[in-house]
T-cell receptor, first 116, second 111 residues
Framework: DTGVSQDPRHKITKRGQNVTFRCDPI?????LYWYRQTLGQGPEFLTY????????KSRLLSDRFSAERPKGSFSTLEIQRTEQGDSAMYLC??????????????FGPGTRLTVL | GNSVTQMEGPVTLSEEAFLTINCTYT??????LFWYVQYPGEGLQLLLK?????DKGSNKGFEATYRKETTSFHLEKGSVQVSDSAVYFC??????????FGKGTRLSVIA
């Protein structure tokens, strides 16, 4: 396994269109996180899953955003009716929940979204 | 709430110079603290971490000490290289919760 992968790496869309991003975590990692990173800022938490259950959603996740993780493997993040303010890098991370100590979050390369 | 404040960049240094990037935090409880690095065109990588007060995290010549009394976790390196040019993020994790990041500090090292 080579790590967390995300697809696509880049997406350009017009305002009002829907977009969907995919994240494939490291196999056997049961936690999966989505973050958003805008220019000049650090990543901000959006939502996370433990297996297929979505356990927490940030207030940043408006009703135009939806995330799923069917079967507890890959995850998708969909943005409906995109706005220019949605332009950002969308990062996915995964981690295990082994016993003892801190379990590192491993990040994917991100999907850069540009909304025209 | 939980937050991280790190020094603004960009920071430009000559090769072999000493590096310090300041990071302070506000958190409830006793968070774990991290430095992540993002090289151009790549994802975030964990550089080092510390999980309790007075712990020192170290990796690739970088060090940071968890200072509870000053709520700080400053990143240092004695001699930077051109290959250290990247964006560095300080972050905290107050328990088994999502990471809270600072805004990042861009470091450029010139030969």
């Amino acid at each position: 396994d080579t790590g967390v992968s995300q697809d696509p790496r880049h997406k350009i869309t017009k305002r009002g269109q829907n977009v969907t991003f995919r994240c494939d975590p490291i196999s056997e990692h049961n936690r999966l996180y989505w973050y958003r990173q805008t220019l000049g800022q650090g990543p901000e938490f959006l939502t996370y899953f433990q297996n297929e259950a979505q356990l927490e959603k940030s207030r940043l996740l408006s009703d135009r955003f939806s995330a799923e993780r069917p079967k507890g493997s890959f995850s998708t993040l969909e943005i409906q009716r995109t706005e220019q303010g949605d332009s950002a890098m969308y990062l996915c991370a995964s981690r295990g929940t082994g016993t003892g100590g801190y379990n590192e979050q491993f990040f994917g390369p991100g999907t850069r979204l540009t909304v025209l | 709430g939980n937050s991280v404040t790190q020094m603004e960049g960009p920071v430009t240094l000559s090769e072999e110079a000493f590096l310090t990037i300041n990071c302070t935090y506000t958190a409830t409880g006793y968070p774990s603290l991290f430095w992540y690095v993002q090289y151009p065109g790549e994802g975030l990588q964990l550089l080092l971490k510390a999980t309790k007060a007075d712990d020192k995290g170290s990796n690739k010549g970088f060090e940071a000490t968890y200072r509870k009394e000053t709520t700080s976790f400053h990143l240092e390196k004695g001699s930077v290289q051109v290959s250290d040019s990247a964006v560095y993020f300080c972050a905290l994790n107050p328990g088994n919760t999502p990471l809270v990041f600072g805004k990042g500090t861009r470091l450029s090292v010139i030969a």
